[in-house]
């Protein structure tokens, strides 16, 4: 069974930090890209921060400089470190792993979600 897991979310004030960790089954193999996306209340879900195989990340316009993501390889696991929080950047955040089960498709997984809520 493929598990995407994330943990870390919770309540903090504005400025305040939070680190949030996913991590996905060891059953998926040949990751690519590993990704964080959030989706506010009544909004769409937007991409917040993607980090490729080679190591390569791209942010948001509206966390850049503020959040950091970086991934394990060898754990199948992605973390996204945020700074400075802000109350637009409450949200249930998900995260996506791009990969492979035994011998399927390459495709998209994704978790189930955690939230944070950022108090001003």
């Known amino acids: 069974q493929v598990q995407v897991v994330e943990t870390g979310g919770g309540w903090v004030r504005a400025g305040g930090l939070l680190r949030l960790s996913c991590a996905a089954s060891e059953n998926i193999h040949s990751i690519n890209d590993m990704a964080w996306y959030r989706q506010a209340p009544g909004k769409a879900r937007e991409l917040v921060a993607i980090?490729?195989?080679?190591?390569?990340?791209n942010y948001s316009d509206s966390v850049k400089g503020r959040f950091a993501i970086s991934r394990d390889s060898l754990k199948n696991a992605v973390y996204l470190g945020m700074g400075s929080l802000r109350s637009d950047d409450t949200g249930v955040y998900y995260c996506?792993?791009?990969?492979?089960?035994?011998?399927?498709?390459?495709?998209?997984?994704w978790g189930q979600g955690t939230q944070v809520t950022v108090s001003s």
């Open positions: 980090i490729h195989q080679d190591g390569r990340t």
């Open positions: 996506r792993v791009n990969g492979v089960l035994g011998f399927g498709p390459r495709r998209d997984y």
